[in-house]
């Protein structure tokens, strides 16, 4: 994300807190209670000040605090029996290519951040940070009073509004009072709705020892598992519910609300499996023996890279987008020149059909050429059947010759009786006296001349 866009994100942010906590206070509470500082007074709104601090307090944190990344020169301990992340297809530990440095278990590089991140759970674009080892306790404690601040909020406002549904007069709110109710509704609402529906999942986590990316690793070894592809494999990091949490907010469960530093470097996790070298999250079995995929040589293909044996054509003409056949009717320029095979006249505005036969290829011919399209949709693509170019090349050359006024043809005044007679000495005693005779005269026209010299 954008410097600039992240900021924005936090300042919205704030400004959703800090908006209900004043306002419910100064347009709300403090008039309901005849503007005169009470015991009873006091005694409401205290807690609630505490709680919108240690709100904010909380969000700073996870703005401000390191998540935490690779030290340089980090290399894991190989020889040591604490037990290390390694790559499936090569056995070597884990290394990110673009920090260039060794990646701890349960690290992941961040694109935002761009940086490997220890223990990463997600990158969070409402405090513009990575949220990691070293403040995913303060992320947890931050959706932890947001919950409480905002159901508090809510039990402050409504007991004013049921205390203005009654029959004394004096406790009717008025209409500043009454526009700034509305307003601390349809902002606090929507948002303990939302955080509220995050932080169950995140507090589900917190008792599982399980990051965001774990949770998605942990769903597709369950599919996996579902299908009978593998054998239940238990998550390696899951301690228990009190460790569990002690490993992120402390040991001493009376600071598991306060702001504290978590536990350990995030270079290293306790295990509870007996095997060090834990293999997850599990691989797809099937996958291990799967063939590489290569690319066909052409890319008209069927099935498994061959043309289509029974690719047969349907109909020449187009198909619109709603299913009726029709033709184009909009005059387009030719790419090719004249003397191409292939060019057709742009002023032609209809392309009589081809008729159709299965034994000749030349019934098959690309898009674009005489107005019949014969192609067939595959399953990735059209399907064109090859076309004998050498048998369009040779229609096209009768068609020009055959047409009324283009060429002189030269019709001889004497025919032969049968192919018999026409033997070859005499062809080429004819041809010596004729070139002789053209020699001699000088002025012979290239009408008598035959058609075969020419």
């Known amino acids: 994300m954008h410097p600039i866009l992240g900021r924005i994100a936090i300042g919205f942010v704030l400004f959703l807190i800090i908006f209900p906590i004043l306002t419910s206070q100064i347009y709300i509470v403090w008039p309901w209670y005849g503007r005169e500082l009470s015991v009873e007074l006091i005694t409401l709104l205290l807690p609630f000040n505490i709680l919108a601090v240690m709100l904010l307090w909380n969000y700073f944190l996870c703005i401000f605090t390191d998540p935490g990344e690779v030290p340089d020169g980090w290399k894991p301990d190989t020889q040591s029996g604490e037990g290390y992340e390694v790559k499936r297809l090569t056995g070597c530990p884990r290394f990110c290519r673009t920090c260039e440095k060794f990646k701890p278990p349960r690290s992941h ?6 940086r490997c991140v220890l223990r990463m759970d997600h990158h969070c674009p409402w405090t513009n940070n990575c949220i990691g080892h070293f403040n995913y306790g303060h992320f947890v404690r931050f959706l932890f009073y947001v919950d409480v601040t905002c159901s508090y909020h809510l039990a402050m406002v409504s007991y004013r509004v049921v205390a203005a549904s009654g029959r004394r007069y004096y406790d009717e709110p008025t209409g500043a009072e009454l526009i700034f109710i509305i307003l601390n509704y349809v902002f606090v609402v929507p948002v303990i709705m939302v955080v509220g529906a995050f932080s169950i999942y995140h507090f ?21 598992r579902r299908h009978g592809k593998i054998e239940e494999v238990k998550f390696p990091y899951n301690l228990g519910v009190k460790r569990n949490i002690a490993s992120i907010l402390g040991n001493n469960p009376l600071l598991w609300c306060w702001p504290t530093v978590p536990p350990g470097t995030g270079l290293k996790y306790q295990l509870s499996v007996a095997d060090e070298h834990h293999n997850w999250p599990p691989r797809d079995p099937t996958l291990t023996n799967q063939p590489p995929f290569k690319l066909p040589d052409s890319p008209w293909t069927y099935e498994n890279g061959d043309v289509n044996p029974n690719l047969r054509p349907s109909n020449g003409r187009l198909r619109g ?24 006249d742009p002023g032609d505005s209809i392309h009589p059909e081809r008729p159709y036969s299965p034994d000749s290829d030349s019934d098959y011919s690309e898009e674009g050429y005489s107005g019949a399209v014969r192609v067939r949709r595959g399953s990735e693509g059209y399907e064109v059947r090859p076309v004998n170019r050498e048998q369009m090349f040779q229609e096209y050359v009768q068609d020009q010759i055959n047409e009324a006024g283009r060429y002189q043809v030269y019709e001889p005044e004497h025919t032969l009786e049968s192919d018999e007679d026409f033997e070859e000495d005499e062809f080429e005693e004819d041809v010596d006296e004729l070139s002789g005779e053209v020699g001699d005269a000088g002025t012979i026209s290239d009408d008598d001349v035959p058609l075969a010299l020419r």
């Open 109 to 114: 590089h961040c694109r935002q951040c761009n």
């Open 321 to 344: 987008v709603n299913g009726n056949r029709h033709k184009s009717t909009e005059d387009s320029v030719s790419a090719l020149p004249p003397y191409h095979p292939d060019y057709e």
């Open 204 to 224: 589900h986590s917190l008792l599982g020892n399980t990051t965001t990316i774990e949770g998605w690793e942990k769903d597709k070894a369950a599919m996996l």
